[in-house]
């Protein structure tokens, strides 16, 4: 699951970096997450350290120390300093006191503020040239060094991310349900939305079977995401496994008191109509048109037409006399598809539904539009056509201006890599597109699938009203 970057929501390795390294690094043991937590940082990249690291761990590249004594400090990272621990230790080695490689350690904190590690390189240099190391190594050494000062990892810090990132790991494998629900219940997190989090727990990538999720109910929900059914461990048996009941947090504008006092309702009694809940709930008219815009009024009401038309005659007395007609029993014609698919996402950000772009692909495909089950079997190198809902655009640091982009269609996501001269001359659609259509190159390299832009199109407006959100540069 790890190796094949099946990470969404998996704490320290969910980002787009660390699941473009996952493929490559191919974690196996304890020491490999430790490691793969640690070098997509800042530091080991402006140290020019990923890369070799990467070469010799595929056996590219030969791995050769210059003597017993660094082989003691780097063997288990390959001969590349990847811990604040083996930097010490370098120094050491070299010459250095203890006292002298803390102050070597403060430098590297300061170095990015404007504090000088240029006193240290030569001091480095001296001692190392004298026990017989070449100049070539050294001035490599001294360069990973200083890639510390934009943030290194202590080996024990990343250690005790790494056991976070496998106990993470194992409840998402073996209790997704429960995993996916925790997330949801502790939003807003992380690089995903409960959209991303709800369809990843649904299409069970390395699973059997995907988990079930049901709609916001009235009826059955609580405030909090649950689950229901499966295991009493809330896991896997024999097939079994758990589905996620949505809670009443998901519904956009409902106050969670208001939320809490319709499940403490309903626990005396169950809701017997609209107008029961109205009132032993104590729901103002914000709260009543939230729960009918988020469908959750369906076993009370009916579709979200009908609902609506319910909360609407609240405030309307009832007939004075009996067997007069009553208004509230009026037959209203369901929503439409799209319409229901608009609505989901105004209340609660997600569909259960088909996704909006199953709603598109007749069109798109008369475009030649792939969906991203057919980009994974194109070759590399080969110029595709895609288009998605834009649900992140990433900048970092050290990447030179470029902006990383997951687009996502109804069968999963594509991650796009924009250049920055393409970023400077598409800004527009870029940046504010809900529904971007990329053409570019499609590159499949140690596993690890993305598409080079070459040139980005606005298509929100085939989304009409539909509003979706995005992580951007987060």
Request: aromatic share 6%; proline share 5%.
């Amino acid at each position: 699951m790890i190796q094949a970057a099946d990470t969404v929501g998996v704490f320290q390795i969910e980002s787009r970096a660390q699941m473009s390294m996952l493929p490559r690094l191919k974690p196996a043991c304890f020491h490999d997450l430790v490691v793969q937590v640690a070098i997509v940082r800042p530091g080991p990249i402006q140290g020019g350290m990923v890369h070799p690291y990467l070469r010799r761990r595929q056996g590219k590249e030969a791995v050769a120390f210059p003597s017993q004594g660094i082989e003691a400090i780097l063997g288990t990272t390959l001969g590349i300093p990847l811990f604040q621990e083996q930097v010490m230790e370098l120094v050491i080695h070299a010459g250095y006191s203890a006292g002298e490689a803390d102050n070597l350690r403060r430098s590297m904190a300061a170095w990015r503020q404007g504090g000088s590690m240029e006193q240290h390189r030569a001091r480095i240099r001296e001692r190392m040239q004298a026990k017989g190391y070449a100049a070539e190594f050294i001035e490599q050494i001294f360069e990973q060094i200083k890639g510390f000062g934009s943030y290194g990892f202590p080996q024990s810090h990343a250690a005790s991310f790494a056991k976070l990132v496998y106990i993470s790991c194992w409840l998402k494998r073996h209790e997704p349900a429960a995993f996916a629900c925790a997330l949801l219940n502790a939003q807003p997190m992380g690089f995903y939305s409960p959209s991303q989090i709800v369809q990843d727990a649904r299409r069970g990538k390395l699973a059997r079977v995907g988990v079930a999720v049901y709609p916001v109910d009235i009826t059955v929900s609580d405030w909090d995401n649950t689950l229901e059914g499966g295991h009493p461990r809330c896991g896997i048996d024999d097939g079994g496994q758990a589905a996620i009941r949505l809670g009443l947090r998901q519904i956009a504008g409902l106050p969670e008191a208001v939320g809490k006092r319709i499940v403490a309702a309903r626990r005396q009694r169950d809701f017997t109509d609209v107008r029961d809940l109205s009132l032993r709930a104590a729901l103002d008219e914000k709260s009543r048109n939230a729960l009918a815009e988020a469908g959750a009024l369906q076993p009370l009401a009916g579709h979200r037409h009908a609902a609506r038309w319910a909360v609407a005659g609240i405030e309307r007395q009832r007939p004075l006399l009996p067997g007069s007609p009553d208004e509230d029993a009026i037959a209203l014609p369901a929503p439409r598809p799209g319409e229901d698919v608009l609505s989901d996402y105004r209340a609660t950000g997600l569909t259960l539904r088909e996704h909006p772009l199953a709603l598109l692909r007749a069109r798109l495909q008369r475009e030649r539009v792939l969906d991203s089950s057919q980009l994974r079997e194109v070759k590399h190198g080969r110029g595709v056509h895609a288009a998605g809902l834009v649900t992140q655009r990433q900048r970092p640091a050290t990447a030179g201006g470029t902006i990383f982009v997951t687009l996502e269609d109804e069968h999963g996501m594509v991650n796009v890599v924009v250049w920055r001269d393409l970023a400077v001359r598409a800004r527009k659609a870029l940046l504010g597109a809900r529904l971007l259509a990329v053409r570019g190159r499609w590159e499949q390299v140690d596993g690890v699938q993305h598409l080079i832009a070459r040139d980005l199109r606005d298509l929100s407006h085939l989304l009409g009203d539909l509003q979706t959100a995005s992580r951007d540069f987060h």
